[in-house]
């Protein structure tokens, strides 16, 4: 075939694709504060104004543009990239975006719940260093992190200042070694009340929960993480190689 065939969609599915790709040119910085007009971003996509029009409203009702008659659509709300592919505090990863503080909601030695005992290979029953986090970019909350460390030395860290600092970087302080790696998960879910008042978001707003084990370089667990962040303001990216499949095939010499 000589011609490209257009796929017939419905607007919603053509709008929907549309406001996929702006929303990328958003966050990557592409419009600095006002979009194109209608009629320019419909000649980009190759699309009706009708379906641009729609994407829009998509992206408004996600709080990330607003637009008004005679003055245009305006970017209010940004992203900020949190990476996948390297082990590092939240405070290190947005290094260059502003300045990371904590609020401290909670920081004691308690009983470690059975899950947590077993996944930081800790006796059951006994004790590990809680410490919960409301974290800060400026005066934007981003994350409530929930962290459970092994006691020796999470012990140690309380007697840190965990208001200016990572925690990772506590742990390489005390150890004086570094960490090695995480196992994580993440996942979406909705904000329960009580997260969404204090991630100062509407109740059932889109987060990400990161559930994160790290580990020192010799292979020993000793943070065991709960992170919820806001859905609105963290994009997780990373970069990834696709292994090949065994073929099979075994080469001698």
């Given amino acids: 075939m000589s011609d490209v065939a257009r796929l017939r969609q419905p607007r919603s599915d053509r709008a929907r694709q549309v406001s996929d790709v702006l929303r990328r040119q958003i966050h990557g910085g592409a419009y600095e504060s006002t979009l194109p007009s209608e009629q320019d971003l419909a000649h980009e996509f190759g699309a009706s104004r009708n379906t641009v029009r729609a994407a829009l409203s998509l992206l408004k009702g996600e709080g990330l543009i607003d637009r008004a008659p005679k003055v245009g659509t305006h970017v209010v709300g940004r992203k900020y990239e ?9 405070k290190e990863t947005l290094r ?14 308690i009983t470690a719940p059975p899950a ?6 800790l006796d059951p029953g006994g004790p590990v260093v809680y410490v919960e986090r409301l974290r800060y970019l400026g005066d934007l909350p981003l994350s409530l992190d929930q962290t459970y460390l092994e006691p020796e030395i999470g012990t140690e860290l309380l007697e840190h ?18 960490l090695g790696g995480a196992d994580l998960a993440l996942e979406a879910l909705a ?6 008042a ?36 963290i994009t997780m990216r990373g970069s990834l190689a696709r292994r090949p499949e065994p073929t099979g095939w075994e080469i001698t010499t």
Avoid: K
């Avoid at 020993?220 to 962040?229: C, G, Q, S, T, W």
């Fill in 82 to 90: 949190h990476g996948l592919d390297a082990l590092l505090g939240l």
């Fill in 96 to 109: 260059g975006y502003g300045e990371v503080r904590n609020e401290v909601r909670a920081a004691s030695v």
């Fill in 116 to 121: 947590v005992a077993h996944r930081l290979q």
């Fill in 161 to 178: 200042d965990l208001e200016c600092n990572d925690v990772f970087a506590l742990i390489e302080e005390i150890c004086d070694r570094p």
């Fill in 191 to 196: 904000a329960d009340a009580h997260s969404a």
């Fill in 198 to 233: 204090l991630l100062q978001t509407s109740e059932h707003a889109a987060l990400l929960l990161l559930e994160r084990l790290t580990a020192l370089d010799d292979g020993r667990p000793v943070d065991l993480e709960y992170i919820r962040m806001r859905g609105d303001r």
